[in-house]
């Protein structure tokens, strides 16, 4: 099996990063973390990736200025030195321009700690608080030019507590990201995942099956996972 060369963008510590990196590991997995790029130098994702043998980069953005274009072609430079082929964006904390997005139009993913359409944007677990939803959960989705508007590809559900607080709920939804992620990555590097009329359609199971996770509505375990 040829595996898919993946990059992982971040910019901080690379939670959702390690998880793919764990995924990888396995022999059936269809991708390969063939490199780590971090826009800052002190990114603590760095060092977690360094310890499980993958290759990092640094592409600082603070020389560039606001000039995204020269920033992306450093980064595109270092992405074709590596000879990747699907970016997995995550928390990379850079808006990035449409000629970047579109260079890399379906085969660049990000995940969004909110069930997409709703709640896109800063602070989707207060917004999903202050809009006193019961369930809230993950998006991976491609990534294009508007924020957070991309195809869905899979999804994640968790309940939500009367008593949440964001960090709370956050802790939960995160638990899920770890696994909502690497199956997302999987579907795409196996070549499972077709757009038609700007929505994701996943090859091999019945509609929607294998795209989603959904806990049970009284999860107890949940709590203790996450808290």
Known sequence: MVKKRVA??????????????EAAKERSYPAEIALVVSNRPDAAGLARAEAHAIPTAVVDHRPYG????????????VLDEYRVELVCLGGFMRLLTRDFVLHWEGRMLNIHPALLPSFP??????????????????????????????????????PVRDDDTPATLAARVLNVEHRLYPLALRLLAEG??????????????????GALIVPAAHDTDDRDRSE
């Open 8 to 21: 992982v963008l971040i910019s901080g510590r690379g939670s959702n990063m390690a998880a793919l990196i």
């Open 66 to 77: 606001k000039d995204r274009a020269a920033f992306e072609r450093a980064l595109q430079a």
């Open 121 to 158: 944007g800063l602070d989707p677990h207060g917004q999903a608080l202050k809009a006193g939803v019961k369930i809230s959960g993950a998006t991976v989705h491609f990534v294009v030019a508007q924020a957070d508007a991309g195809p869905i590809i899979a999804q994640a559900a968790v």
């Open 192 to 209: 499972r995942v077709k757009l038609i009329g700007g929505h994701c359609l996943i090859e091999g199971t019945h509609p929607a099956e």
